[in-house]
């Protein structure tokens, strides 16, 4: 395709549940950021992937949270024993090349519900 | 702290006329990017602007333009002739690398409604 794509669009989970969020970059981009909006609140920056390294963790906020990327491309989140405060828009963007200055182009997000 | 905010969670403008959107940040850096993002109801995010902090010229694009105060870290969005379709919420942030890595920083937004 050709934008940022995530899946699933909606997902709602029980307390305490793991859950896997999906995001396909454009083809080619080599940096991929994942952000949690939550509502009233401005983009929170979770990690960003340089290829399939994640030069920094400091923004996943907590140690239930982590992030792969495999090929360079797809991109997985996974909020293990979710919390109802996890509840949450995550947004993932792709750029081509990793340089403070680029366009970040954002896929339509997963909308986490927690119930 | 890096931060970036922006003070007002909501705007209205009329069609046609023209609407200025606030954004302040603070840094200790000296090379940085600032950016608009324009997120609209369907909630995928596009870039609106972009400016470099080492240009003094105010970035364009469009009916849209930036007003940067480098000295006072301010980086206003200006849009002219407002039009239907630019009803969204606007998120300004700050960009800067740091120890061979990237930081991005996002505001709270601003969101525009456009009275026909």
């Known amino acids: 395709g050709a934008g940022v794509s995530q899946s699933p669009s909606n997902k709602v989970t029980e307390k305490g549940k793991d859950v896997e969020l999906r995001c396909d970059p454009i083809?080619?981009?080599?940096?991929l950021y994942w952000y949690r909006q939550s509502l009233g609140q401005g983009l929170e920056f979770l990690i960003y992937f340089q290829g399939n390294s994640a030069p920094d963790k400091s923004g996943l906020p907590s140690d239930r949270f982590s992030a792969e990327r495999t090929g360079g491309s797809v991109s997985t989140l996974t909020i293990q024993r979710t919390q109802q405060e996890d509840s949450a828009v995550y947004l993932c963007a792709s750029s081509f090349g990793y340089a403070s200055y680029n366009e970040q182009f954002f896929g339509p997000g997963t909308r986490l519900t927690v119930l | 702290a890096q931060t970036v905010t922006q003070s007002q969670p909501e705007m209205s403008v009329q069609e046609a006329e023209t609407v200025t959107l606030s954004c302040t940040y603070d840094?200790?850096?000296?090379?940085?990017?600032l950016f608009w993002y324009k997120q609209p109801p369907s909630r995928q995010m596009i870039l609106v602007i972009r400016?470099?902090?080492?240009?003094?010229q105010n970035a364009t694009e469009n009916r849209f333009s930036v007003n940067f105060q480098k000295a006072a870290k301010s980086f206003s969005l200006k849009i002219s002739d407002s039009q239907l379709g630019d009803a969204a919420m606007y998120f300004c942030a700050y960009s800067f690398s740091t120890s061979g890595t990237y930081k991005y920083i996002f505001g709270t937004g601003t969101r525009l409604k456009v009275l026909a």
């Open positions: 840094t200790s850096e000296s090379d940085y990017y």
């Open positions: 400016q470099e902090a080492y240009k003094q």
């Open positions: 083809s080619g981009h080599t940096a």
